[in-house]
């Protein structure tokens, strides 16, 4: 199995930043893309930003220019750093990765538990 353990949310006034982690662990051969969605209170989960193995990167509209999404890929680890945070940023954000735990096993989404990201004043 695999296991995603997000950490570093919080509550940060507007215009302030925040770093995510997210770590992988378990018995993981090999890890393709991983992002992170949130999902604000009545409203379905959405895309945030996505990464591939190889680094390419894919944001949604709403955090283009404020949010950077990287990895390490020796430490099977994401990051989400979000700069210039809005109150509509608020949510829980959910990490995901998708993996394999071996030869000829199919790769499969995981998901982490979530951390509340809350932007007030």
């Known amino acids: 199995q695999v296991q995603l353990v997000e950490s570093g949310g919080g509550l940060v006034q507007p215009g302030g930043s925040l770093r995510l982690s997210c770590a992988a662990s378990?018995?993981?051969?090999?890890?393709?893309?991983m992002g992170w969605y949130r999902q604000a209170p009545g409203k379905q989960r959405d895309l945030v930003a996505s990464?591939?193995?190889?680094?390419?990167?894919n944001y949604a509209d709403s955090v283009k220019g404020r949010f950077t999404i990287s990895r390490d890929n020796a430490k099977n680890t994401v990051y989400l750093q979000m700069n210039s945070l809005k109150p509509e940023d608020t949510a829980v954000y959910y990490c995901?990765?998708?993996?394999?735990?071996?030869?000829?096993?199919?790769?499969?989404?995981?998901w982490g538990q979530g951390t509340q990201v809350t932007v007030s004043s």
């Open positions: 995901t990765a998708r993996a394999t735990t071996g030869w000829g096993i199919a790769f499969d989404d995981y």
């Open positions: 378990g018995s993981i051969l090999s890890i393709g893309a």
């Open positions: 990464i591939t193995s190889g680094g390419r990167t």
